[in-house]
């Protein structure tokens, strides 16, 4: 019973013995459902049989409307079951046994196979420590950092990353080589050894995502542009580096960083010093001079005080007369401008297209044949969209409908999204299975991309096994709606592991689902996974302005200290990934007295304590 809002709050027996019918209802549908769920469960592992037992009840709970029921066991000073996910029969065995109290009936219950309310966080702690390693004294929540390709030969930089407090290193498998992954690898273990700390590898499948095919290459050239104030007038040169077609730009010195490259002759190089004028004509035939300011071994660094677009084969010449030519500089990368109203045409053929066509391939030619007229079709993280207007064997046309009105580039190997397709691709492609032993080698814990059904974690499961990896951790990341439609089915799936988590990979999720929708979405993983007693990792974006830029936005550290919620947090790589993770070891320790998952902690404030008499 809801009392009227104005009038006294009734507790008459009555009222009292509705509300436990209400429950009891509740209670009998969770036994019910348990019962059903018996084959379930018999292929969980044991030591996740409670947490699997707790799931179920969860899910039972949630099938109900309970906010009329809420309010009025709020009103009567009761829990209003609104914390219930890591205990959830045992918090609503109590509320009922209380009402009776209430009522004066005598009354009491307990079922055997409950989580009661120490277990629940201690099963869940447990869970944690094993999947992603000891957290800090004074933050529960761990750190993990995504990997940039430097980490592989700086040492240095995995070390720092340590010692601000980075707890799990993650490589993404869809970038750099196993090389390279086996280094950064060793990297990490060695720094973490230094320090005395443990820190984790995951190493993240590629998954089956869909991207755009490769577009014709530009032109080999490059624009020089020296800097200019507000009037025009040039207040820097351009510079750039004139180095061997030998020289190996992996170690590049740090003064280097971002320069551009010029390839020559190594011997012509040999003979240029400071103050030397290099002489050319660029590719508009316009005379230019690019005056030597600094030389070594390997390379020289020179100055041009007016534009210059250099490409391959552009005859430079040094005093005396000496000449070379320009060696083979990178193509420029080219990209499709589209507006609001072109037509798009999505093609299973992967040559290379002309950008000033509206068509570029599609890497995964059965998602084209499974979309429909009218579905939707997002490009590049959500940055254009459009709808599905005509569909042909081996390609469809999209209308774009979300575009910059003056135009977005769509370049090649940009992701593609179809949240209204029901696609039929399992997560783990040949490459996930001819990587999947490096990893076994390397990592400790897994990361599913694309999880999207029970069948794609079991089959992860077989194939660690036959390789002898089934000790890894396994992370689902959940990247698509139809991943998060089925998570109770693959958290119970994943439960045939001993150490499991899931990755919330906000950014995916948020072109899926609609950034309007991604709130309720990622709270619902983090609840569910509760109530499984599963830790969870808050990925992407999180302190994204301030690890690019080193000036976070104001709106990222409330994201951040929200994010503590989870069990563990993921930053991505940016040139000051390093102040990202002082920032959020801060941030994330001042949480931990503020609040802990739903729950608000009452401690004492001190900021208005002077305030009042």
Sequence with gaps: MVPNECGPVTRDAASIHKLVEQLEILHEEMRQRYVDAADALERVLPSHRLSAANLIDYLTLRNFELREIQESLAQLGLSSLGRAEEHVITTLERVIDNLHALAGDEHGRRTESAVSFQEGQQILAANSLALLGPNRPDRPARILVTMPTEAATDYSLVADLVARGMDCARINCAHDNPDQWRCMVENVRRAAQAFGRTCLVLMDLPGPKLRTGPIQPGPR????????????RPIAPATAVFCSDDFDRRATPHELEGATFIPVDREWLTLLRPEDRVTLNDTRDAHRVATVTSVSDTHATVAFADTTYVATGIRLIAPGGRETRVGLLP??????V?????????TQDLSPVDPRELRIGCT???????????????????????????VRCGEIDVSIVSAAPRGTKL?????????????????????DLRLLPVIAECADLVGLSFAQRPDDITALQGHLKTIGGAGL????????????????????AAMASERVGVMVARGDLAVECGFERLAEVQEEILWLCEAAHIPTIWATQVLDQLARTGRPSRAEISDAFMAGRAECVMLNKGPHIGEAVTALDDILGRMDSYQHKKTALLRRLTSWSQTTT
């Design 364 to 390: 995964l030619p059965d998602a084209l044949a499974a979309t429909r007229t009218g579905q939707r079709v997002l490009f590049d993280d959500g940055k254009i969209g459009g709808l599905v207007v005509d």
């Design 221 to 232: 050239v490059i624009r020089l542009r020296p800097k200019r104030d507000q009037m025009g």
């Design 411 to 431: 370049r090649a190997e940009k992701g593609i999204s179809l949240p209204d397709t029901d696609l039929d691709d399992v997560a783990l492609g040949p490459e």
């Design 473 to 492: 951790g396994i992370v689902l990341k959940i990247e698509t709606v139809r991943g998060f439609d089925r998570l109770p089915e693959m958290l119970l």
């Design 331 to 336: 193509t420029l990368e080219q990209s499709i």
């Design 338 to 346: 589209l507006h609001p109203g072109d037509v798009l045409t999505l």
